[in-house]
């Protein structure tokens, strides 16, 4: 009799240890929607990625359509190209372009992708070459810094410009 | 008698490090003693004794764990205007640091020293020598059923914890501080990765869990048999099992977090 209310209550704290850990994976972890919806790959290049990691949201319209799947250096052309996994309940046309985009002031990136007017749609395994780098807060300061200097002497702004 | 005489150090080194070379013996007995979990029995008794009975510290003090970590992050996060961003601080912090740490350190203080306890009064009163005279192995019988036993509960109060500590932070910023359940909810779930935050927190506490019961065991184990070396032994259990806890943790971190 002893014996088997232990088992009970043995039986009951193996069970809320388990409760608690589904609902850390599912409410707090997000299970449900890592990756079992299918999706397709297509591939991108980029000339700066700016702080894009794996994993990171590919959002249309600010919805969430898929995930970036892995990023590679391409010493041929000196790109990154980014490896996408969009979901196949979405397609996109195939001149549909990708921009690397920061959520708010200071959130994190993400890829936006946006529909082109192409009657085809994207295949898995297209490659996507209309693409907007990260904006470099560096590059934009020293842009700004160099053609204040050139107001400033008085040249013609345009010549010091890239 | 000086202490910087060389035999005297040389004495206390070589004794140090027989401790250490018991310590790993029994360590890699116990490791070892697998086939001690079919003993379901005693392992279960263990469990009920270390898991069920301090199922309520960790729940509670995961919950105002979670109640404080709501409010300071509110505080914090309110200046820069990214309240909304306390959710997936609270779960990140939890599940990478918290759960694992604090429920490891409140396991040695509730369960490590009844444990050392036991085992030291057991030596003191010779009933571990009476078991050898019986051919009884009290590794096998006595300390293999407790070590399972606590690595199976460790994990499973850490995700108690873990849970009860967001549903304590969900508790204060929802309801009380007014941020807005999806953004809380949303944002937690955008920033916690199953895989990185979630299973690598439960590595953390089975580590801690192997750790804190071993440590219990083995200042019990090699206790003085007398009320004051079980004393002794049991305040070392608490100091001995956190700072290896925390100094683990630093590893551990720097190991599965690195970029």
């Not at chain 1, 409760?19 to 991108?44: D, G, P």
């Not at chain 1, 295949?123 to 842009?143: F, K, R, Y």
Request: charged share 15%.
């Amino acid at each position: 009799m002893q014996r088997s209310n232990k088992d009970i209550w043995v039986g009951l704290f193996v069970l809320i240890g388990a409760a608690a850990l589904l609902f850390l994976a599912l409410q707090s972890a997000n299970l449900l929607s890592l990756n079992f919806q299918k999706t397709y790959t297509v591939t991108a290049r980029f000339d700066n990625i700016g702080g894009l990691k794996p994993q990171t949201a590919i959002k249309s319209a600010g919805v969430v359509v898929g995930r970036v799947e892995s990023i590679t250096f391409d010493d041929k052309n000196f790109q990154a190209s980014v490896t996408l996994a969009l979901q196949s309940r979405y397609s996109f046309p195939k001149d549909s372009s990708l921009k690397v985009l920061t959520s708010g002031l200071l959130g994190e990136q993400y890829v936006g992708i946006e529909a082109g007017a192409e009657e085809k749609n994207l295949q898995p395994g297209d490659t996507i070459t209309a693409t907007q780098s990260a904006v470099v807060l560096e590059n934009l300061i020293s842009q700004f810094l160099y053609s204040k200097a050139a107001e400033g002497s008085e040249q013609p702004a345009t010549s010091n410009k890239k | 008698m000086s202490f910087w005489n060389p035999a005297d150090v040389g004495f206390a080194v070589r004794g140090k490090l027989a401790d250490l070379g018991r310590g790993a013996r029994l360590f890699a007995r116990l490791v070892g003693d697998v086939r001690g979990l079919r003993r379901f029995s005693l392992v279960r008794d263990q469990v009920h004794f270390l898991g069920n009975y301090s199922l309520a510290i960790i729940a509670v003090s995961g919950l105002f764990v979670g109640f404080v970590m709501g409010l300071q992050y509110f505080y914090g996060l309110q200046r820069y205007g990214a309240s909304e961003s306390v959710g997936v601080l609270i779960s990140l912090s939890l599940l990478r640091e918290f759960g694992p740490v604090i429920t490891a350190l409140l396991f040695a203080g509730r369960a490590g020293t009844s444990l050392t306890a036991e085992i030291g009064l057991m030596k003191a009163g010779e009933q571990l020598s009476a078991m050898e005279m019986m051919a009884v192995d009290p590794v096998r019988r006595v300390l293999s059923p407790r070590f399972w036993g606590g690595v199976i509960a460790m994990p499973l109060l850490s995700a108690v914890f873990c849970a009860a500590g967001i549903l304590g932070g969900w508790v204060v910023c929802v309801p009380l501080l007014g941020i807005d359940a999806g953004a809380f909810w949303g944002q937690m779930q955008n920033g916690t990765d199953v895989f990185r935050d979630l299973g690598n927190g439960v590595i953390k506490s089975i580590v801690f869990g192997f750790t804190v019961t071993f440590i219990a065991l083995l200042q019990g184990y090699e206790a003085q048999p007398t009320p004051e070396g079980v004393s002794r032994a049991t305040t070392r259990t608490v100091v001995v099992a956190s700072l290896a806890v925390l100094a683990l943790d630093f590893l551990l971190t720097a190991m599965m977090f690195s970029i």
